[in-house]
């Protein structure tokens, strides 16, 4: 439990860096920061519960070079954003492997696409803005995770079924791009 309020105090930091110059309101803000703090959370523990639904040992633990490049990211403009990874361990076969990584991305996903449909409730205010930056948080998220590289959940997605892959790879893309670059300047 403390690596995961360790790496989730260290992401909403590093979230919140984002924000340099966004109109938000302290409000607005919390609300951003809570929203970061969300999808980290909610990710790791889709990828452990998933886990566990197999029968496999699963908890989530700090890296320390995850740990010390969050912690740059929240005062550098380059991110990465990574303290550390849900530990499985047991027999996992590749497919549930890939489904038990395709979780955490798919629940970035899921929330992008609340924030978007709850945005318009709150008008241009700053609770609307907040949940535009949440939304472009989580989409950029399940992008960023879904890279096909090394430890990352797109590597083990992507081994286990390409196809699987590719769809939630466009929709994050989809997402970021439309988040960051069609909305982001209202």
């Known amino acids: 439990m403390r690596h995961l309020v360790v790496g989730t105090l260290l992401v909403t930091a590093a979230g919140v860096s984002f924000l340099v110059g966004e109109p938000l ?18 990710h790791e523990l889709a990828h452990k519960y998933v886990a566990q639904g197999y029968g496999l040992w699963a908890e989530f633990r700090l890296n320390t070079m995850g740990l010390i490049l969050t912690a740059l990211s929240i005062v550098s403009p380059l991110k990465f954003i990574a303290p550390g990874a849900v530990m499985i361990s047991g027999f996992a076969d590749r497919d549930r492997m890939g489904r038990t990584a395709i979780a955490g991305p798919i629940v970035n996903v899921i929330i992008t696409a609340g924030l978007l449909i709850a945005m318009p409730l709150f008008g ?11 939304a ?26 390409r196809r699987h892959w590719a769809a939630l790879f466009l929709v994050s893309l989809a997402l970021t791009v439309y988040t960051n ?3 982001r300047p209202f």
Do not use: E
């Open 124 to 134: 241009t205010t700053a609770l609307s803005r907040a949940c535009l930056v949440g």
């Open 136 to 161: 472009a948080i989580n989409a950029f998220l399940a992008l960023f995770n879904l890279i096909p590289f090394a430890v990352f959940d797109g590597q083990k997605v992507y081994s286990w079924n």
């Open 181 to 183: 670059f069609v909305l």
């Open 25 to 42: 309101t302290m409000l607005g803000l919390g609300l951003a920061a809570v929203l970061f703090a969300m999808g980290f959370i909610l």
